[in-house]
């Protein structure tokens, strides 16, 4: 189940701006499989995050709605269409409806609780000029620094499938429901997030700061896939388990 919420997740807090230019944006992270330099590759096709730290880099296709997980180390890409995400969510809810109160509150952010959204200010990241927000709720911390003139180009017919996901996770208990609640505050946030700390149950703390912000045309060779991977459909796998 974790890698599904995970992925749901992505999308839940994936940016909504539309038709804006290609961007490349450097960052510094810590915590769990975030540690060190990474960069963030934006276009309206793709967006990839290379992580040379945990050699682990992350690829969303936008036309073909495809999730991809490169593991260098193991020379291993794991594939999640999102047609499989969205079979697996909604196995999930049907599992999740034949569970016990008592053990969906004991799961990351199943007491579920009220959204705090708290504005801070601004704070100056690369030079650029960022409103700084807080969002709370229960033990889930999120604090976002974003700048408002940059606008990563989602395509619009990929915010569809965002707004698909996020009503199918109202069927998944509190866990889910939690996230789609943050989902919305975050989505009102304008701009890229240039600065981030977030601090989940289980998770630990993960931080981002970006140190280099670059707006022009990225190759189309960036985003393409390492050849001689070893490619595995585990979201193919998945939501066949969940129909069973």
């Not at 944006?25 to 915590?31: A, D, L, P």
């Not at 504005?119 to 927000?133: A, P, T």
């Not at 707006?215 to 189309?220: A, F, Q, R, T």
Request: glycine share 10%; hydrophobic share 40%; net charge positive.
């Amino acid at each position: 189940m974790g890698i599904v919420l995970k992925c749901a997740a992505a999308l839940f807090l994936a940016t909504t701006s539309l038709l804006a230019g290609d961007l490349t944006v450097t960052m510094v992270g810590t915590g769990k499989y975030n540690d060190g330099p990474q960069t963030h590759y934006w276009s309206s096709k793709y967006m990839r995050i290379n992580n040379p730290g945990s050699k682990h880099d992350t690829l969303v296709d936008y036309v073909n709605g495809v999730n991809y997980t490169i593991d260098h180390d193991k020379k291993a890409i794991q594939k999640m269409s999102w047609d499989d995400l969205e079979a697996a969510v909604e196995g999930m809810a049907k599992q999740f409806k034949d569970m016990p109160p008592q053990i969906l509150a004991m799961m990351p952010g199943g007491g579920g609780g009220e959204v705090v959204v708290e504005d801070q200010g601004k704070e100056s990241i690369v030079g650029r000029s960022c409103r700084k927000w807080k969002i709370t709720m229960g033990k889930i911390v999120i604090e976002t620094s974003n700048d408002p003139t940059l606008k990563p180009p989602v395509p619009a017919v990929s915010y569809t499938r965002f707004l698909r996901l996020r009503n199918l996770a109202g069927a998944m208990g509190p866990a889910a429901l939690s996230m789609k609640k943050l989902g919305e505050e975050l989505a009102k946030i304008q701009g890229m997030a240039l600065k981030t700390r977030n601090v989940m149950p289980m998770v630990g703390e993960i931080t981002t700061e970006a140190t280099e912000v670059k707006e022009g045309p990225i190759p189309e060779a960036t985003f393409a896939l390492p050849a001689g991977y070893k490619m595995e459909d585990l979201g193919a796998k998945m939501a066949k388990n969940f129909r069973k």
